[in-house]
């Protein structure tokens, strides 16, 4: 099962990467537990951070499919998400579901 994860960030590198790794971490327990697969494709919009979040994210996470949406930091979170949404959507025949988060998110105790 593909899900596109949206999330959209502006500065707060810690939690962003808090929040992937609970994602990636409870994805893992859920493959493990169950037949069927969860396949993640991040779609991340970088809302003009100056903390370096993106190139973060790519070293914390190199194996992983994440995509990364600059913006000018006037997106802000809701334009933020639908950047990463109309990315998304450039790959829909290959995504069966979406989910939205934030970057504050946490899926399990990490």
């Not at 003009?48 to 994440?66: E, H, L, R, Y």
């Not at 109309?86 to 988060?101: M, S, V």
Request: aromatic residues 12%; proline residues 1%; contains cysteine.
């Amino acid at each position: 099962m593909k899900i596109a994860v949206l999330l959209t960030c502006f500065n707060r590198c810690q939690k962003t990467l808090r929040a992937l790794d609970s994602l990636y971490k409870a994805a893992e327990v859920f493959n493990e537990k169950y037949s069927m697969k969860l396949n993640l494709e991040v779609f991340l919009t970088d809302d003009g951070c100056t903390d370096n979040t993106s190139s973060n994210v790519k070293k914390a996470f190199p194996d992983k499919n994440i995509t990364i949406v600059e913006a000018d930091g006037n997106a802000f979170w809701a334009g933020g998400m639908r950047l990463a949404w109309n990315k998304a959507l450039e790959y829909h025949n290959r995504i069966d579901f979406y989910l939205l988060i934030n970057d504050d998110a946490q899926f399990l105790q990490t």
